[in-house]
T-cell receptor, first 116, second 114 residues
Framework: AQKVTQAQTEISVVEKEDVTLDCVYE???????LFWYKQPPSGELVFLIR??????QNEISGRYSWNFQKSTSSFNFTITASQVVDSAVYFC?????????????FGQGTRLTINP | DGGITQSPKYLFRKEGQNVTLSCEQN?????MYWYRQDPGQGLRLIYY???????QKGDIAEGYSVSREKKESFPLTVTSAQKNPTAFYLC?????????????FGDGTRLSIL
């Protein structure tokens, strides 16, 4: 069975600090997709990144970066020089092979608070 | 602007009452999904639909029902059989039925019991 674990329930840092959100997943499939979503106080989920299981290259997008390591089944998310606007709940999610519907399995989420 | 519209934003249900949450998308997406979010928890899949006139149960379908009569609409009914309906409900859609395209989410409906 698929499972996503975000062990950090809440993280609080001061603005401009770097912060890493951990995500560990379990799946029996060799083909799968990993996602990160941001949920600001308004409630909607905002897509941040998608990574497939065959692409282990790290990705950087501005202040955001993602470290995918199949050897440890982890897909961690780092925010560099954090800002107050980064405050939100962040979800990691897993989807298995693209046959049929995309059934996302979400982690419990990490509430990130950036203090001025 | 293209997107997903959920209504109402807040909804109150009396004991024994069925209520329907609306979800409309103008993204021309084939697949649509309903999730439930409880405080401090991740999202759990209630129902999903890959195509018009077809839908499948997710992980927590008991006490809920859906219909998909039009491509752009996927309403969710919370029936009186759902004993603990208080939660935040999110609707999503994706461009295809496969696993690799991101889902787009609405702003959610917060349901409470009177």
């Amino acid at each position: 069975a698929q499972k996503v674990t975000q062990a950090q329930t809440e993280i609080s840092v001061v603005e401009k600090e770097d912060v890493t959100l951990d995500c560990v997943y379990e799946t029996r499939d060799t083909t799968y997709y990993l996602f990160w979503y941001k949920q600001p106080p308004s409630g909607e989920l905002v897509f941040l990144i998608r990574r497939n299981s065959f692409d282990e290259q790290n990705e950087i997008s501005g202040r955001y970066s993602w470290n995918f390591q199949k050897s440890t089944s982890s897909f961690n998310f780092t925010i560099t020089a954090s800002q107050v606007v980064d405050s939100a709940v962040y979800f990691c999610a897993l989807s298995e092979a693209p046959q049929g519907a995309q059934k996302l399995v979400f982690g419990q989420g990490t509430r990130l608070t950036i203090n001025p | 602007d293209g997107g997903i519209t959920q209504s109402p934003k807040y909804l109150f249900r009396k004991e024994g009452q069925n209520v329907t949450l609306s979800c409309e998308q103008n993204l021309n997406h084939d697949a649509m999904y309903w999730y439930r979010q409880d405080p401090g928890q991740g999202l759990r899949l209630i129902y999903y639909s890959q195509i018009v006139n077809d839908f499948q149960k997710g992980d927590i379908a008991e006490g809920y029902s859906v219909s998909r009569e039009k491509k752009e609409s996927f309403p969710l009914t919370v029936t009186s059989a759902q004993k603990n309906p208080t939660a935040f409900y999110l609707c999503a859609s994706s461009i295809e039925r496969g696993g690799n395209q991101p889902q787009h989410f609405g702003d959610g409906t917060r349901l409470s019991i009177l």
